[in-house]
């Protein structure tokens, strides 16, 4: 009977730290994404600005 309780109890346990164990990571994962994509964002910003700078600067290749 010892023994059914002992395991019993860690399967229990067993599940409870395995969906700590995964919701860590998927929070982990989330915040991974947030900065992927504000770092994506920022870098697609920059290019739209050198972009206009280029044909400020180089009019005549734009047509105008």
């Known amino acids: 009977m010892f023994a059914v309780v002992t395991t ?5 346990f067993g599940f409870v730290f395995l969906y700590g164990v995964i ?3 998927v929070r982990h994962a989330l915040e991974d994404v947030e900065l992927y994509r ?7 910003e920059l290019a739209a600005s ?3 700078t280029f044909l400020r ?3 005549f290749l734009a047509g105008s």
């Open 50 to 52: 050198r972009d206009r």
């Open 8 to 12: 019993v109890i860690l399967y229990v």
């Open 57 to 59: 600067e180089n009019a």
């Open 23 to 25: 919701r860590l990571g």
């Open 38 to 44: 504000a770092k994506a964002q920022r870098a697609e």
